[in-house]
């Protein structure tokens, strides 16, 4: 294993665990898991909502991809993919622009 696929995996890691906790908390706060409806509601709180689904994306997707692979294991792969892909991004960003590692 390569110096660059255990950073990569501890981007991702770090991606998926910031994004579930987004999630956690809002789901905590509202009884109920982040959705794309919370857009629908508008309000004085909407980009606040929006912010929320944008960090809390990962987490759904990859949720959603583990439970669409039974039905079809394609849209199933894609969700996952997308999921990783945002965690990676994600977590890249935390780890350099917040804790400085680079």
């Not at 794309?36 to 004085?44: A, I, K, T």
């Not at 606040?48 to 997707?61: C, E, Q």
């Amino acid at each position: 294993m390569s110096v660059q696929f255990i950073a990569c995996f501890f981007a991702i890691a770090t991606g998926i665990l910031f994004s579930a906790s987004i999630a956690s908390l809002w789901a905590a706060y509202n009884d109920e898991p982040p959705h794309l409806g919370l857009l629908q509601e508008g309000g004085p709180y909407a980009p606040f909502k929006g912010l929320i689904l944008a960090f809390s994306a990962p987490t759904t997707l990859l949720w959603n991809g583990a439970n669409a692979m039974a039905e079809g294991p394609v849209a199933g792969t894609v969700f996952l993919l997308t999921g990783l892909t945002l965690s990676l991004l994600q977590g890249v960003f935390i780890i350099t622009a917040i804790f400085g590692i680079s």
